[in-house]
């Protein structure tokens, strides 16, 4: 398999490990689904790249951060359940499966599966989303959405639509449900790697809000903020983002 096929099955089998754990704890309590989910698809996605790429490394949002990854040349950076408390939530579609691939620099290779939608969006052939309306959609958090969202908002006279992962809200962008994400609450490396790789394959525009590149593989996996959206809206958005 390549690496684009690798990341698309993994992510796709990660998601029927999560859908059989959701079916099988439903009297169970929340947090007892999402920890199990967040192990059981941490599980099995360690032991497929141990088995498929052997010689490569892995910074996972359940597992322990071996700063070797630092002198690797090939590094897999996985969130094995975005979304947990959409996923606790019964009949909720919006978390995903992220897995991605570093390599010399950039990320070369994603895909983001939304297991309660029977959708896996991966790299290297995305659709460029269907043209959006005249006021830009603008994707936010269900439950902190960050100050600057509103901003744009109000500059380009847009409408807010909320969401639970960052993977479903990238996803979202892709698919023309929605035209614009912007975090800068605070996420990490596995939050949006995967979710990047997909959406610059579907033509999107993505950087931090500064405009600045976003990097990857680095010594503190933190990665803070992101604007993700349609290329014709990029400059529009960044006029506000970049200012603040």
């Given amino acids: 398999m390549t690496d684009h096929e690798l990341a698309s099955q993994l992510a ?9 754990v959701r079916d099988e704890l439903a009297g169970a309590t929340a947090g007892e ?9 941490h599980d099995f996605l360690m032991e497929a790249l ?17 700063p070797a990854r630092l002198a690797a040349d090939r590094v897999w950076i996985v969130d094995p359940l975005d979304g947990t408390r959409e996923f606790s939530e ?16 950039e990320i070369v290779a994603g895909a983001v599966a939304l297991p309660a939608q029977g959708i896996t969006l991966a790299t290297p052939d995305v659709p460029a989303p269907p043209a959006g309306p005249s006021s830009p959609r603008i994707v936010v958090s269900r439950t902190r959405p960050p100050a600057i969202a509103l901003d744009v908002r109000d500059r380009l006279g847009g409408t807010l639509l909320e969401m639970g992962s960052a993977g479903a809200k990238v996803a979202s962008v892709v698919q023309g449900i929605a035209d614009v994400y912007i975090h800068a609450g605070g996420q990490y490396e596995w939050d949006n790697a995967a979710p990047v790789a997909v959406a610059r394959a579907a033509g999107l525009h993505a950087s931090r809000i500064d405009g600045s590149p976003l990097e990857y593989n680095r010594p503190d996996p933190l990665l803070p903020d992101l604007v993700i959206c ?15």
């Fill in 33 to 41: 689904r999402k920890a199990a989910g967040d192990k059981r698809s």
């Fill in 50 to 66: 141990a088995a498929e790429r052997p010689n490569d490394a892995v910074l996972s949002e359940e597992g322990i951060d071996d």
């Fill in 12 to 20: 796709a089998e990660a998601g029927r490990v999560l859908l059989r």
């Fill in 90 to 105: 019964a009949g909720r579609t919006d978390w995903a499966v992220h897995v991605a691939l570093w390599q010399s620099g």
């Fill in 230 to 244: 349609r290329r014709e809206l990029a400059d529009a958005v960044l006029a506000v983002t970049a200012s603040r």
